[in-house]
């Protein structure tokens, strides 16, 4: 299909999961690879975007976590097929999808997004992590007077703790 005025390539989002135990090289090399193919077939990938490690829903040949990387591209479907084929036969991919869509998103991804979200947040210092926002120490630091009162009561019947020893008298 060539790439005329009117005519526009369609747009693909293409994910594709590695090895937990792949280095960062290696998924590079992979990504490089996939985006070479893609280039070599007359498209061009707009985007590439690294997940970094996620734990998945799910066990895949043993992996309980992979490497996410996102393309988008510009492409004929035939450049799509050929990267797939590649995926199929790389021992590193785990998984791939491939979806068309109208546009690409602009700017970064709903999940590069919640990466920066998330940071944010533990910038601020919310979630259980702040310490000075109170903890379930407070708590019970709260609740010790309480127990003082209790300190003085024999034990409750059925219980086998033994009662206190009189105190001896001389």
């Known amino acids: 299909m060539a790439q005329g005025k009117g005519i526009r390539m369609p747009l693909y989002e293409h ?3 590695t090895r937990q135990d792949a280095s960062a090289q290696q998924v590079e090399e992979l990504t490089a690879q996939f985006k070479g193919v ?7 990938v707009a985007k590439t975007e690294q997940w970094g490690v996620k734990s998945l829903s799910y066990r895949l040949r043993k992996n ?5 990387t996102l393309f988008n591209v510009e492409a004929p479907p035939a450049a799509l097929n050929e990267v797939e084929r590649q995926e199929r036969l ?8 491939t979806a068309r869509v109208d546009e690409h998103e602009e700017g970064p ?10 940071r944010e947040r533990d910038d601020r210092g919310f979630g259980f992590r702040d310490r000075d926002r109170g903890s379930f120490r407070d708590r019970d ?5 309480h ?17 206190p020893a009189p ?3 001389e």
């Open 90 to 97: 790389s021992e590193d991919v785990l998984r791939y999808l």
């Open 38 to 44: 893609i280039e070599q077939m007359g498209g061009k």
């Open 109 to 118: 991804s709903a999940m590069m997004r919640k990466v920066d979200r998330d």
């Open 15 to 17: 994910v594709f999961l």
């Open 64 to 68: 309980r976590k992979a490497h996410f």
């Open 147 to 163: 127990r003082r009162d209790r300190d003085g009561r024999p034990p409750r019947e059925g219980h086998d703790e033994a009662p």
């Open 167 to 169: 105190a001896r008298e």
């Open 141 to 145: 630091r709260d609740r010790g007077e």
